[in-house]
């Protein structure tokens, strides 16, 4: 007869990857864990008490332990935000901006809408630096080439 509980476990295991697949929140991966310590019992025979057991406590320890530092090292982005990598660039005015219209500029091939950020108009083809970011809007100031 066979080992029915490999089966088991390893159905465990692709569930809870899919579910944490789909969620990306580090909730069901712990449980991946259990499941394969719980596999790799199941194949050596061991008996299924001491298998659900296992998972149990691997799976536990492991969102005790592992979940804050795998949550700070894996989904906060150490990455620059829009504003530190655009900060000290030049960019050159493609649309003029008006008491009455937002400009343009392109970042990446992606347009930006821009704001002057004192107010004053500003003519297409001058050159800006960006202020802030508000938003999906650029704030930008005048600058020499």
């Known amino acids: 007869m066979e080992n029915i509980d490999i089966y088991v476990w390893a159905g465990i295991i692709v569930i809870s ?16 864990l259990g499941a394969l310590v719980a596999l790799i019992l199941a194949s050596l025979t061991v008996p299924l008490e001491w298998q659900v057991i296992s998972f149990f406590v691997v799976s536990i320890v492991s969102i005790a332990t592992l979940r804050q530092w795998a949550k700070a090292k ?20 493609q649309v003029e901006i008006t008491d009455t219209q937002k400009g343009a500029l392109r970042y990446h091939d992606v347009v930006w809408t821009a704001i002057s950020h ?10 800006v630096s960006v202020q802030e970011i508000k938003g999906n809007k650029l704030i930008v100031k005048k600058v020499g080439k």
């Not at 004192?118 to 050159?127: F, K, L, R, T, V």
Request: hydrophobic share 40%.
């Open 74 to 93: 894996l989904l906060n982005s150490e990455g620059k935000t829009n504003m530190e990598l655009i900060k000290d660039e030049k960019f050159n005015l």
């Open 118 to 127: 004192d107010g004053n108009p500003i003519a297409e083809g001058e050159w």
């Open 17 to 32: 990857l899919i579910l944490e697949f789909t969620s990306m929140d580090l909730t069901s991966i712990w449980f991946s």
